[in-house]
């Protein structure tokens, strides 16, 4: 599959005016157990099904790269079965790894429960990704025109915070970052985070992670205060609310609430991620922001009817999606009420 801007879009970019996607933040193996609801304390259930897959930062990656962007990796990668697992994963979606294995442990993992309502419980285990040195990314070179994705899960764990924050700080300035906080924000130290958010190009969070950081309130306020106060240099600020849509705020103080689609739900994990690297990928092809929104949200929408967190569709899927939906509402643009709170 190609993977040249120009090939999977029609804005008149070339591939090399795209630029990569660096994403240093991790990557596990997620084993998944379907089942009709979590059990009970002391209980025990049977899985309807089980699977594993590549999880974590796989997906955000997965989800640019179909969509049309060349993806790098430079988080850090294990020595055992769920490193060779990952690696397998990212030769086959064409993601290179650009740090060698870790010579001390394997890559961690994540139990998934998946109910049936769609909902996702995780237990994570930590392996390679959470051991980050400068060292270790001293392979990691930005390039002119790349773009930089950062993960809350790395700053979360103690041994890899410093690195990842020191060299995000000395990050080229012309070089967006885009970051995602993660449902661990709460395990990151403000310090750190407020390092992190202060470079900030764009910031993707969900309503809980937009009320950990800058308190609960109407999603307009919310994410007015966030880029005013925590991210003063960032473009702009996506607060996602799963099938509801996601909000935007742009730097100029314009913004737009736009709402998701009505999609069969069957399994919503990686719908974030696959928001994350839709969005990343339609902006960096020159797509305006709000309409970037619009195009994150039909791929979340078309990830969630699919199994498995690796689940995003390609841009040509998402336009078939885009065009039809256009059809079906008279070519009305979806928008909705502001009045959201996080």
């Known amino acids: 599959m ?51 897959f590549a999880g974590g930062g796989f997906n955000m990656m997965v989800a640019a790269t179909r969509t049309g962007m060349t993806v790098v990796f430079g988080g850090q990668l294990g020595s055992g079965p769920n490193g060779d697992f990952l690696r397998a994963a990212f030769a086959t979606e064409g993601i290179e790894t650009l740090t060698p294995p870790s010579p001390v442990m394997d890559s961690g993992n994540c139990v998934a429960m998946i109910s049936s309502n769609a909902e996702r419980t995780f237990v994570s285990w930590p392996g390679a990704e959470s051991l980050l040195s400068l060292d270790m990314m001293a392979p990691v070179v930005v390039a002119p025109g790349d773009w930089v994705f950062a993960s809350g899960y790395t700053l979360s764990y103690p041994k890899s915070r410093d690195a990842l924050t020191d060299w995000i700080k000395a990050l080229p300035a012309e070089t967006p970052l885009v970051f995602d906080p993660t449902p661990v924000i ?43 106060a925590h991210c003063p240099k960032a473009d702009g600020v996506v607060i996602r609310a799963g099938a509801i849509g996601c909000h935007v705020r742009l730097a100029d103080g314009t913004a737009q609430t736009i709402a998701g689609f009505k999609v069969e739900a069957i399994d919503t994990n990686g719908a974030g991620d696959t928001h994350i690297g839709a969005f990343v990928s339609a902006l960096a092809r020159g797509v305006q922001p709000f309409e970037a929104a619009r195009y994150a949200n039909a791929a979340a929408a078309l990830s969630v009817t699919r199994h498995g967190g690796s689940s995003a569709p390609t841009d040509q899927e998402i336009q078939i999606f885009l065009n039809h939906d256009a059809a079906a509402h008279g070519g009305t643009r979806r928008l909705m009420p502001t009045s959201l709170k996080v």
């Open 186 to 228: 709460i395990d990151i130290p403000r310090p750190v985070l407020s390092r992190v958010l202060a470079r900030t190009t764009w910031l993707s969070c969900n309503t809980a992670e937009a009320a950990e950081i800058a308190g609960p309130g109407e999603v307009a306020a919310v994410a007015a205060l966030l880029l005013e």
């Open 2 to 52: 190609s993977k040249g801007c120009a090939d999977k879009t029609s804005t008149g970019k070339d591939a090399a005016a795209c630029g990569r996607l660096v994403h240093v933040g991790s990557a596990v193996v997620d084993y998944v157990y379907r089942i009709d609801a979590l059990p009970a304390p002391g209980t025990e259930k049977t899985a309807s099904s089980y699977a594993h």
